[in-house]
């Protein structure tokens, strides 16, 4: 079975580097003139899908924007990864997981087996439970040829904190997540299948993710601030292997297909401009 670091690989090769995140929140549904409710929610992640998934490496559905309506907004959400897979965009569920490892098997099986209905292709994961509780989704992910993200460095002002703090050691937190995740890609060719989430606000903090060997997710880009032209000083010589990632700033161009389609090109182009 192929891994999911391959899979990726091909996809940012054959569609370009760009993951769109669908994220309905309440505003954006007002502003595609849509109500705030399961039927607006429907509406709207399909439209992004239909608009999207045939043309973007990687559709990432945030799974709160979809919980908040019951059982009725995960059935979209169900909906919205399988007609997302269906079309050829590759599905990272963000439901930032964390959890001790006999429950994070739990979650593991709720989001990477291919037998759950809102399996997806890889999962955002927090390692503040220790990276080693994590282990249940990296072995059902390599099972199955699906993939997992770790928060490492993430984009909010609030993460440093805690991410920045030393450890004995004398590493930063986020340095140790780093390097535990290196180890866990040492030696996958093209690519390992657990990737890291580094925001693209950051700037340069002096972590080294040049053993990382595995995907680089950036949030952060559009709403959030952050311009292509910072993920150099963010990601160094470890840029090629970046994802950037962005929401609302391709979202609010909808509800017109086109112009959706319009935005997410022109983030395409801008972010392999700024990659190399
Ligand atoms: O894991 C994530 O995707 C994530 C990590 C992070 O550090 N920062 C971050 O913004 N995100 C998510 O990325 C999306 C960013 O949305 P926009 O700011 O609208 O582009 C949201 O769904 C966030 O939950």
């Known amino acids: 079975m192929e891994s999911f670091g391959t899979r990726l690989r091909r996809a940012v090769t054959q569609r370009g580097p760009l993951c769109v995140g669908i994220d309905p929140h309440a505003a954006l549904l007002d502003r595609w003139g849509l ?3 399961v039927a607006g929610l429907e509406r709207f992640a399909h439209t ?3 608009a999207l998934a045939d043309r973007v490496a990687v559709l990432k559905p945030q799974s709160a924007f979809f919980e908040r309506f019951g059982s009725r907004g995960v059935a979209v959400l169900e909906s919205t990864i399988r007609q997302s897979r269906a079309a050829g965009a ?3 569920l963000d ?5 001790i490892g006999s429950t994070m098997a739990a979650y593991a099986d709720a989001y990477l087996n291919p037998a759950s209905p809102l399996s997806a292709d890889a999962i955002t994961v927090s390692p503040y439970l220790g990276v080693g509780s994590l282990q249940p989704a990296f072995d059902l992910a ?5 993939g997992v993200f770790v928060l490492a460095l993430t984009s909010n002002p609030e993460g440093p904190g805690v991410q920045h703090a030393v450890a004995a050691d004398g590493r930063t937190v986020a340095q140790t997540i780093i390097d535990e995740i290196s180890q866990v890609n040492a030696g996958a060719d093209p690519l390992g299948s657990v990737g890291l989430v580094v925001g693209a606000t950051i700037g340069e903090t002096g972590h080294d993710l040049s053993k990382v060997n595995g995907p680089l997710l950036a949030p952060g880009l559009g709403a959030q601030g952050a311009t292509p032209a910072d993920l ?5 010589a470890s840029v090629r292997n970046v994802l950037p990632s962005y929401s609302r700033e391709v979202l609010g161009a909808g509800p017109s297909v086109a112009d959706l389609r319009a935005a997410a090109a022109r983030a395409t182009a801008e972010c392999r401009a700024a990659l190399g």
Do not use: E, I
């Not at 150099?232 to 160094?236: K, L, Q, T, Y």
């Open 35 to 37: 109500p705030d409710d």
């Open 142 to 146: 390599a099972t199955h040829g699906a």
């Open 95 to 99: 439901v930032k997981r964390g959890d």
């Open 232 to 236: 150099r000083a963010v990601f160094g």
């Open 90 to 92: 590759l599905v990272l």
């Open 48 to 50: 992004v899908v239909d």
